[in-house]
Structure formats: C-alpha cells, structure tokens
C-alpha cells in the first residue's frame, strides 16, 4: 500500500534537532528524504557521539528512514550537483546558520528559478524581520526568549530549562505542519512557497496558555514548582523503595476525581465535604491533601499506586526513567518502541512515529551511514558513473 507522501522528494540539509526532527517526520510518513552532509558528516553525526568514530545516539535518533549523501556545496561541482537535484525535488529544508544559504547561492529565490515548484523551509532561532534576525540560538537560547525557563523550576529557585525539545523539535513538527499545507496548496496553484519557522516563536505557541497570569493581573506568570496555582490535588509524590524516581504525579481535575481518590485514601467524608469541593478551593488546603496523599503512597511502590488510582479514572502516571521508557511493556505492545540493528551500534530500541495512520503504517528503519546512498542517488538522479562518482570523491566533492 502506498505511503501518505509517497512521491514526494525532500533534500535534507538540516543538523542537529530543529530541522532532522522535521524531516525524520516527513520520512515517516512516507517521503523520500535525502540527508545531505558535508564529505565530514554534520556536526550531530560524529562530534555528540560518546564513540570516537562512531555515529552518535543523537543522530540516529533523530534520522530514522532517511536515505543519506555526502556533497560539499561550497565546491563549485557540488552546489551545482544540488542545483540539478533541485529540479527533480519537491520540498528543501534546512536549518543552517542566518543567512547561510543565500551565501552559497542557495536562497529561495535561487532555488525558485530552479524549480516553480519547490517548497523552500527553514528553520531558524529567532526567524527574519526582527532586532534578533542575526542572532543564533539553540534549545536552550529559545528556551529562555520564549519565557519557558522563567515559568518553570521552583518559587524559590532560579529560571530552568526544561527538558523536551521545546524549541528544537517544537521547531521541527511546526515546520513539519508548514510543509504539509504548503503541499496541498501546491497541488492547487502549481507553485511552491518559502517556509519560516523559528524557535522563539514555536516555543511562544507551545506554552501560550501559560501566558494567562499576565492577562489576569498584568503579572509574569510565576514558577509554580510540581504544583498548580489553579488546581489541588496536582503534584508529585513519593513512593517505595524512595529511589531518585520513585515518584507518581496525581492530578485531579473533577469533583468525581476527588471523591474516589478520598475513597481510595480511607477519607470518604472529604469527598462531600464543601470546602474542598472546588480544585481551586482546594489549593488552599495543600499542604494537608499533599501530606495525606503522600502518606498512602509511601507505602506503596510507583506501579502499585498508579495502577490502583488510575484503575479508578484518577490520573496518575509513575515517574520512568529513560531506561524504564525504552522498556516500557504499554509502549512495547503498541509497537512505539521497537528494535532496530545498526552495523556498528548493533541493536537498540527506537521510539517510532508518534503519529498513526490506518492507511499508512510507519516500518522505522535506522539511519544511513555517512554517503550510504550515494551511488544510488547520484547514481539515479544524476545518471552518473562509477568512475565520475569516484572521482567525486578524489576530490572532495562527495
């Protein structure tokens, strides 16, 4: 059965997360991705391994299904080997510093002139037309610009980073989004567009409703810590053998949810009670349900208590670590977390796509090699031979 973007050809120049997370999600859903490094390898391939030499976890997780070239654009042959690429493609990302691809020549309007049809996105920190057009960034960076390090952490604490690629992948499936509508709107004009997503802003978009207090009172939205200013019970909570992460998070967001969690805790009067009957209301009595609650999972391991409140419609989920992640029997069984075998790594799970399509069942396969695809690619698409592609690679070009 064919893929969803089956037939569609993206050139890949993106590294890191911000832009392979876009593509790897293009590539699952069924398009041709072609990942073009630089003869070296991209900066995340081989400079975040914890191997001397070998592909990094970082890559591989964020270039599953892609098929992969090496090609240096800065040569002359090679920028115009990407050129002729160009006329046979239909979407080009990239990710690369401010105003890099206009430097190479590569610009949309350049890639226009190549291709009417092609969809040109990118991905940047702070995105054009603004004081900050200039500046780089990284998750972190448009962490802190887009107020998500202010927002989270402890009352007493500094502003922290939050682990979850906010920007970088936030960036990534936003500009993923991007690309999709474009091709659809393609398909009724004929001609393709330029894409821009910068991170600041997705991060903006990913926690805008959090941006509420500053509506309410004209106050920065304060660090709440594992707590909510809006909603009692909602914490986290500690449980047996007391490792590093023998926590649950609780969050009861109903009078229904309240009442069987004070069943549960041998504390059914509290459920009818009326003070307590608003979650708003109860956040002034806090620290007391916290006491209580914690009280009966300290008996209990993380499992035990999550199977038995959410067995009930309480939400609850136990704190896994990553370990515990990749082992995870529910993700295992729904086929999220799968085994893949790499030449040199060997076996390891990889988390698939999140998103599923009855019609379109992503088969994740691993990341290419350093110019894995080469012949087939330059071989094909270029009609090139074996004695020019090595020649190619004599000198530098591949």
């Not at 270039?63 to 046979?88: D, H, I, Q, W, Y």
């Not at 893949?340 to 009855?358: C, F, T």
């Not at 330059?378 to 004599?394: D, T, V």
């Amino acid at each position: 059965m064919p893929k969803a973007l089956e037939g569609i050809r993206v050139l890949d120049l993106t590294q890191y997360e911000a832009g392979p997370s876009s593509t790897q999600m293009l590539a699952w859903l069924g398009a041709e991705v072609i990942k073009i490094e630089p003869p070296g390898g991209e900066a995340g391939r081989l400079a975040l391994s914890d191997k001397k030499g070998e592909d990094a976890w970082f890559f591989l997780l964020l270039n599953s299904n892609k098929k992969g070239v090496t090609l240096n654009l800065k040569a002359p042959r090679g920028r115009a080997m990407f050129e002729a690429m160009v006329k046979t493609a239909d979407v080009v990302v990239e990710n690369l510093g401010p105003g890099a691809m206009d430097r190479l020549g590569l610009g949309y309007e350049a890639l226009k002139k190549l291709n009417p049809r092609i969809i040109a996105a990118s991905v940047k920190g702070f995105g054009s037309g603004g004081p900050y057009s200039d500046y780089k960034s990284f998750e972190w960076i448009a962490q802190a610009m887009a107020g998500a390090m202010s927002m989270t952490g402890s009352p007493d604490g500094p502003p922290t980073k939050a682990i979850g690629g906010l920007a970088d992948t936030g960036a990534g499936l936003h500009t993923a989004i991007g690309i999709l509508a474009a091709i659809i709107q393609r398909n009724a004009t004929g001609v393709g567009q330029q894409i821009e997503v910068a991170q600041q802003d997705a991060v903006v978009n990913l926690l805008r409703i959090h941006l509420r207090e500053s509506y309410a009172s004209g106050k920065p939205s304060p660090r709440q810590g594992n707590r909510s200013a809006a909603a009692a019970p909602s914490n986290l909570y500690r449980c047996r053998p007391f490792g590093s992460n023998d926590y649950v998070f609780v969050h009861v967001a109903t009078v229904e949810m309240w009442k069987s969690l004070c069943a549960i805790l041998g504390r059914p009067e509290l459920g009818d009670d009326p003070r307590y009957a608003d979650r708003r209301d109860r956040v002034q009595f806090i620290d007391e349900i916290d006491d209580m609650i914690e009280a009966w999972t300290e008996k209990r391991t993380k499992h035990e208590v999550m199977e038995t409140l959410a067995s009930r419609g309480i939400p609850c989920g136990a704190i896994l670590d990553s370990n515990e992640v990749l082992a995870d029997p529910h993700l295992r069984q729904r086929g999220f977390i799968t085994e893949l075998e790499h030449p040199r790594r060997g076996k390891y799970p990889m988390p698939g796509n999140p998103v599923r399509l009855s019609d379109s069942p992503t088969d994740v396969r691993r990341a290419p090699l350093l110019g894995e695809h080469n012949d087939e690619i330059y071989g094909k698409a270029l009609g090139m031979s074996k004695e020019e592609l090595e020649a190619l690679r004599r000198d530098g070009v591949i």
